[in-house]
């Protein structure tokens, strides 16, 4: 099968975004980010994704990216898309990045253009592409998030989508129209269009063509995210909707006002899966915050099993 066509092929379900476990001296505890990616692996996840916010980009070095994007492929091995992603590199440094991916043996890597760099000029946007592509043969996501900016033209994440190294695009703009104009200027396209963060929205982009979705509940509950899932491709959309009143609704307005990132974290600890909730830089373990968020887990999902 082609290279390409088959990342496309893969890229359907609940997409896990890669959170970071961090030791108390502020580095990536790789041991620890092994087991919980092996983990992951053993539920059936289809897509694991390294992403900005998520895997804390910004408080790490080139290195650290390296290192945990060659580490991260080897752990996966193929039981699952292992897809990485570049930070807010020039040119230059982007062409090494993709050929270390390439030699890693990571599935494909996001492309992470700084929103300040232009990138809603579509000029701009399909000229970063235009020098990268290129470096390494390694299947490429495109990645919309403007910073507020206006949004990423659509004529330009379709004309990209024409080149079959080019398999996706992770939205992080507007959730509904913006979203759904993606799908529908791409559909004739191997192309796959991914939901930047709820069920909700892949509830209705599902339905007009988008296969993937980011999922907030995935990292820690890899069960509700596939079971979700399984019910939109069987067309059971009232049972669907069921799931998003009943979990998602909930944690996301809480775990908002407890600090998101935060709650995340703090929820992968309590369900065994990291050593700590350690954010970084060190902010210490928060216990009166971290208990807050248990009692929220236990309201929505009910009582804490540990998965390992």
Known sequence: MDRYKGVVDRLKGPVVPLNICFTAEGTIDYPAQRRYVNWLCEQGVPVILLTYGSSEFSLLG????????????????????????????????????????????????????NPWMGQTDPAVFIAYHDQIQDAAPIPLLLWCNSGGGGGV???????????????????????FGYYYNLIRATIDEDFAVISGGQMRNIAFGYQVGSPAYLCT????????????????????????WQMVFRYEDTWLT???????????KTAIHLHGLFPEHHMAPLRGQDSARAEQVRACLEEVFGAIKPAI
């Not at 809480?254 to 995340?264: K, P, Q, T, V």
């Open 62 to 113: 080139d290195e650290d990216l390296w290192r945990l994007s060659a580490e991260m492929a080897a752990e996966v091995a193929g039981r699952a898309l292992m897809i990485g992603s570049t930070s807010y590199w020039n040119v230059a440094t982007c062409r090494k990045f993709l050929q270390h991916a390439e030699e890693s043996g990571l599935d494909g890597v996001k492309v992470q253009m």
């Open 254 to 264: 809480r775990a908002g006002e407890l600090e998101w990132l935060f709650s995340i």
């Open 153 to 175: 033209p659509i004529d330009a994440v379709a004309e990209l989508a024409r080149r079959p190294q080019v398999v996706g695009v992770k939205n992080d703009e507007d959730p």
């Open 217 to 240: 509940i995935a990292p820690f509950r890899p069960d509700i995210a596939l079971e979700f899932y399984g019910l939109l491709v069987a067309g059971d959309y009232d049972a669907a």
